[in-house]
């Protein structure tokens, strides 16, 4: 479809919301590959140059929480600076980097292209959120929600279950992992053509209605919402809060469960593509969202002691399967509660993403190296620390009584049997 310029010149643009959406899905699952699979291919990496040390092993790990931590904080400033487009450009631009990973010559330049694509990572996926509310009307934005919440699990399943038969394909681990990267260029070469100039249906209702009235209200008196109003802001706070004991959990799940002869973790991640997509379906279905996270979140802490606790793999398998599906499955209604807030726009909730997700790793981080340290003072028993991570996770049943309902109030009593029975 085209457009004319200023200079009269055609243009091609993108205008269709689901293949900006298509855009922004695969450049998620494209970092998803690129990442884990440079993560599976590490050894291969550092052996090709005579790296073999574990100090050199943690710099990498560290520079990945650093990457997190620092894009997901700096992400708004980004967005204010270059707009949503430009800012969602820059970080498809930097997972591209990751064609360096596999040819570095150094250690030096493979520690960078590593922290450049989990800057890149951590940027984009706090750029889902604005480019949903702007893009999507508010009964299509929970099924958008869901699908941008599996694209990581998305890719991470690609990768390990064809990294062989893509290996073999591309004639080698280092092809394999440049194809990712120059997916993910081309991606954002994509992503140029849509059109951001023209306001959609969704960001701006027609004018005279009502619907235009609150929007033009709401982008009034949100017009400066900063970092400074967003830490002020106790929503963001108790948002933040209530995820981070789920992404606390998750990551040592990956990180020292498997030291701990607990390998559920692959179970966890398939049954959380189930659990995603059911909570998709349920959260257009019923309009609450607190019922859906605080019984998920109870579950969960009931499941994490399960898991870490319990003798028997049958037993573990069984509650990794559960713990999949209810860690999944209220995000699509987490992450739509803050869109259905009153005078929510791109701008705002670009800062409640980007406080929201560099709280968490904040929290997780420490809560990581308490994890160890428990393990490291207890002579290597985990006991203390599955207690506290089991404690940890309750954050998020516990954070669904300090959390709002957005549903009105009559559906969201009409709907919470329908919740709590599910």
Same mark, same amino acid.
């Given at each position: @479809?085209?457009?004319?310029?200023?200079?009269?010149? /055609?243009?091609? %643009?993108?205008?269709?919301?689901?293949?900006?959406?298509?855009?922004?899905?695969?450049?998620?699952?494209?970092?998803?590959?690129?990442?884990?699979?440079?993560?599976?291919?590490?050894?291969?990496? @550092?052996?090709?140059?005579?790296?073999?040390?574990?100090?050199?092993?943690?710099?990498?790990? =560290?520079?990945? /929480?650093?990457?997190?931590?620092?894009?997901?904080?700096?992400?708004?400033?980004?967005?204010?600076?270059?707009?949503?487009?430009?800012?969602?450009?820059?970080?498809?631009?930097?997972? =591209?980097?990751?064609?360096?990973?596999?040819?570095?010559?150094?250690?030096?330049?493979?520690?960078?292209?590593?922290?450049?694509? +989990?800057?890149?990572?951590?940027?984009?996926?706090?750029?889902?959120?604005?480019?949903?509310?702007?893009?999507?009307?508010? +009964?299509? %934005?929970?099924?958008?929600?869901?699908?941008?919440?599996?694209?990581?699990?998305?890719? /991470?399943?690609?990768?390990? $279950?064809?990294?062989?038969?893509? *290996?073999?394909?591309?004639?080698?681990?280092?092809?394999?992992?440049?194809?990712?990267?120059?997916?993910?260029?081309?991606?954002? =070469?994509? $992503?140029?053509?849509?059109?951001?100039?023209?306001?959609?249906?969704?960001?701006?209702?027609?004018?005279?209605?009502?619907? #235009?009235? &609150?929007? &033009?209200?709401?982008?009034?008196?949100?017009? +400066?919402?900063?970092? #400074?109003?967003?830490?002020?802001?106790?929503?963001?706070?108790?948002?933040?809060?209530?995820?981070?004991?789920?992404?606390?959990?998750?990551?040592?799940?990956?990180?020292?469960?498997?030291?701990?002869?607990? *390998?559920? +973790?692959?179970?966890?991640?398939?049954?959380?593509?189930?659990?995603?997509?059911?909570?998709?379906?349920?959260?257009?279905?019923?309009?609450?969202?607190?019922?859906?996270?605080? $019984?998920?979140?109870?579950?969960?802490?009931?499941?994490?002691?399960?898991?870490?606790?319990?003798?028997?793999?049958?037993?573990?398998?069984?509650? #990794?399967?559960?713990?999949?599906?209810?860690?999944?499955?209220?995000?699509?209604?987490?992450? *739509?509660?803050?869109?259905?807030?009153? %005078?929510?726009?791109?701008?705002?909730?670009?800062?409640?993403?980007?406080?929201?997700?560099?709280?968490?790793?904040?929290?997780?981080?420490?809560?990581?190296?308490?994890?160890?340290?428990?393990?490291?003072?207890?002579? #290597?028993?985990?006991?203390?620390?599955?207690?506290?991570?089991?404690?940890?996770?309750?954050?998020?049943?516990?954070?669904?009584?300090?959390?709002?309902?957005?549903?009105?109030?009559?559906?969201?009593?009409?709907?919470?049997?329908?919740?709590?029975?599910?």
């Amino acid at each position: @479809m085209g457009q004319k310029n200023n200079n009269g010149d /055609t243009k091609m %643009r993108i205008h269709n919301k689901y293949a900006v959406e298509a855009i922004v899905f695969f450049s998620y699952v494209l970092f998803a590959m690129a990442w884990v699979g440079a993560t599976a291919n590490m050894g291969a990496i @550092m052996a090709a140059m005579g790296i073999e040390t574990l100090a050199a092993a943690s710099m990498l790990s =560290g520079s990945v /929480t650093v990457a997190k931590i620092v894009g997901t904080f700096i992400a708004a400033i980004v967005a204010v600076r270059l707009g949503i487009k430009a800012a969602f450009l820059v970080s498809a631009l930097m997972i =591209g980097v990751g064609l360096l990973t596999p040819f570095a010559p150094n250690y030096e330049l493979l520690l960078i292209s590593r922290f450049v694509v +989990g800057l890149g990572g951590a940027l984009m996926v706090v750029y889902f959120n604005p480019i949903v509310l702007r893009w999507f009307e508010p +009964g299509e %934005r929970p099924v958008i929600n869901g699908i941008n919440a599996v694209a990581f699990n998305a890719g /991470t399943a690609v990768v390990l $279950w064809l990294i062989e038969d893509l *290996t073999a394909l591309f004639g080698g681990w280092e092809n394999t992992l440049s194809a990712f990267s120059i997916a993910s260029i081309v991606l954002a =070469g994509l $992503w140029m053509l849509v059109d951001f100039d023209t306001p959609t249906a969704a960001e701006q209702p027609a004018a005279g209605t009502e619907a #235009g009235a &609150k929007r &033009k209200a709401a982008n009034e008196e949100t017009q +400066g919402y900063g970092y #400074g109003e967003g830490l002020r802001d106790s929503f963001n706070w108790r948002y933040a809060l209530s995820y981070s004991g789920v992404l606390c959990f998750y990551i040592c799940l990956f990180t020292f469960y498997p030291k701990a002869g607990i *390998t559920q +973790g692959s179970l966890v991640m398939w049954a959380g593509i189930a659990g995603t997509l059911a909570g998709m379906y349920f959260s257009r279905r019923v309009p609450a969202r607190i019922p859906v996270i605080r $019984w998920s979140g109870l579950i969960m802490s009931v499941c994490v002691a399960g898991l870490s606790f319990s003798d028997s793999e049958l037993y573990r398998s069984a509650f #990794g399967l559960v713990l999949g599906f209810v860690i999944f499955f209220p995000v699509t209604a987490l992450v *739509t509660l803050p869109q259905e807030l009153p %005078r929510m726009t791109p701008e705002r909730i670009t800062v409640v993403f980007s406080l929201f997700y560099s709280i968490s790793y904040l929290i997780s981080t420490f809560i990581l190296w308490l994890f160890g340290w428990l393990v490291d003072s207890n002579g #290597g028993d985990f006991s203390s620390a599955f207690s506290m991570i089991t404690l940890v996770s309750t954050t998020l049943f516990i954070g669904s009584f300090f959390l709002p309902e957005t549903a009105p109030k009559k559906q969201a009593e009409a709907s919470a049997p329908i919740a709590e029975s599910a």
